[in-house]
């Protein structure tokens, strides 16, 4: 801890400023790598669609022509804000980043891009990075934690407490003082934003906020080492965000286990191409399928049980008509799960306007379901009830869906998986040269200094 | 209008996109011009303030080393974002820009930068600058007055309307159609944010705030240009703005006299250096000074009657340490203004932290006023009971304060008061290089390109 820390600086502030890589433990070094070689081929797969080429386009015509800050399948640098603008517009559009389930946040969309671009741009060293990733996982969880269920309910968790994490990542690489971390944070804090409203009609923000929160966060880090000041209590303050954007916040949540519970850990890496809210019943849809050997065709109707935040989420999908759309349609997804056995980003592409797909869409169904909700967000159960055509009635269970920490993914699939995206993306990356960038990436803790990822 | 609109789409979207300059009312177009004269003075002695420069280096850190779009102070251009970023943030320091008593918002802190940024980069007309900036304000305050007092209370309207009013105006300069329009306004609303808390402890978030509008509503405005799309329905939609910032938001304050009521016209100059909330009760004091001949210290004890809105903000300023501190409270504005006649940049400088300042400061208090607060926001009555050393109790009370539409600026009056606040900058401009700046601003709308306000 730095000399300059009074005693009214907030712990989370404190922790973020002063975590060093040796703080943090192995098994959690081991996973952040996970997470970033995920995020990597979540950015790969993204950079291509329509809303993140118009997000990096603007972000690029207002960066320098060049600089030390790798935006990401455009062979080409920038600024520190238009690589962070452009990396992290593309970084969820898949819907395969990683999630946290008991803050419902995704912190690998507003974390990386960040802290990589500036970690470019000070030559920093890999350990360096990966610590600062750190910080920004272990902060942007707890602020969403914090604002809890009430704020989910309106607000984008991942855009609004990802300012937050982002302001934590860029400031630990920015070496600020705790009491500047502060700062920092009142800054990012202040320029929290994010509503689902873009929900109801499909619309484009999505990429829009997960940009918009890791360049606030990012400039809110800039600005404090500059001496720009922020709220000193944006959190709680009668003024701050709690007051403003939460009816259920519980600050015990932002300083939960600081040093000791290791939230990076309890990330969860997607399996299914799909928003998080249907991959329980996705995954117990799949047990039931493989236990009694049923096909698509022998299902008359799935009813998923549910908890409310799917419900809010999912619920007003009912017709996609675009592909991102469909990744929020509870009978979509399970459609694509039952005719394939897997909601990869090929089989939504190939399959979400089929007719098979449509059909089996509409006999499924969400319900309430009690013991979910009252788990949720902690632990996402998956249970469905499925009647099959010939009238039996069976029920399907998940305690953990797969990439859950309990259930997660081991590098030999983390890698396959990163392949897989990148080849998705457009224009895709050469194999060999998405292999080499994978491979690499796996020994980034031991670089002298974080190089460009596709060399 | 264009053909493209749906009926569905907002009349407030329909009205920002398709407003020219000839239906804009004469006197409302001159009172544009004077609004854009008056911002010119306030950006001038405001780029040099500390926090306005972290926010401008930061910027022009981040944009190319050169640019159509005017940096103001830095005799340098970059790209739009850049320029729109360090000349918002430099519009609200000097606490001397405009503001909307109803909607208790500084349109011009947040709709002439962007606008600017974006006329010089497309090389528009001064008219058409001027009708964007037009559209920026309506839209602005509608956007404000929409979402209330509950709103205010918690978030900065500046800040949160401010995306709106830039979007609005930058998207007019782009010539959105009106869904694009409507587009903008779901990518601007989503960004909206700003919390009052950094006043507990006088944080520079002010300046952030600006900043983070004006460049948001530009990056929501271009990006629907490129087809990126945004909530249809960003202000009441069930997880909309007034959904998660807003228990009073009103939805026909959004449509309020569109095309007939004027919003821009109803703008207020601020005469005094400081906070709005402060103008009523200064104008009162003074009133009462000069109708009974009264000097400072005579002044043994006075009681400000105000409104709720006034004990929220200025309340917690009880032993302001900054000059910026000082301009919320409501004491040091009224010890200046007694000790001065006027409580202007330089009184401020000089006398905020005098003796004479302090303990006249100490003698001042607020309290609820039922009928102040009910005619607030609409109408900002001054009222106080002053004591006299010699034992007398006197009400003073003004109706309008000086610089509100029925007891406005002058051209003179706006001419040199933007001169004072030029040469007030750091470093200051030149008197002559000021003068005539001023001059060609009050020419705009016969130019056929916007050029660089400081050539």
Redesign the interface.
Known sequence: MKNDTPAAVHPLAVFAATLDWQDVPVPVRRRTEDLLVDWFGSVLAGQGA??VR??A??AL?????AGPCEVLGHARGS????AAMANAAASHVAEQDDVHNGSVFHPAAVVFAPALAVAQQRGASGSDFLAACVAGYEVGIRVGEFLGRSHY???HTT?TAGTLAAAAAVGRLLRLTPLQMQ?AF??A?????????????G???KQ??TA?AAT?GL??A??AQ?????????FT?????A???STDADPSRLVDGLGTRWATAETSFKWHASCRHTHPAADALLQLMQAHKLQAQDIAEVTCHVHQGALDVLGPVVSPVTVHQSKFSMGTVLALVARFGHAGLGEFDAGFLAPETVALRERVTMVLDAEVDAAYPRRWIGKVTLRTTDGRVLQGRVDEPKGDPGNTLSREEITAKALRLAAYGSPALPADAAAAAVERLWGIEQQPRVGWLLG
Chains 1, 2 share one sequence.
């Open positions: 329509r809303p118009s997000i386009d603007f015509a207002q960066g320098p022509e600024a520190p804000m238009a309910r309106v607000f855009a700062h009142g800054s804090g202040t320029q929290s934003a994010g509503l689902w409203e873009f929900l109801a009609t619309a484009d923000s829009l906020h918009h606030a400039m809110a800039c600005l500059d001496g720009f000041t922020g709220a000193a209590d944006i303050g009668a003024r701050g965000l007051a403003g954007m």
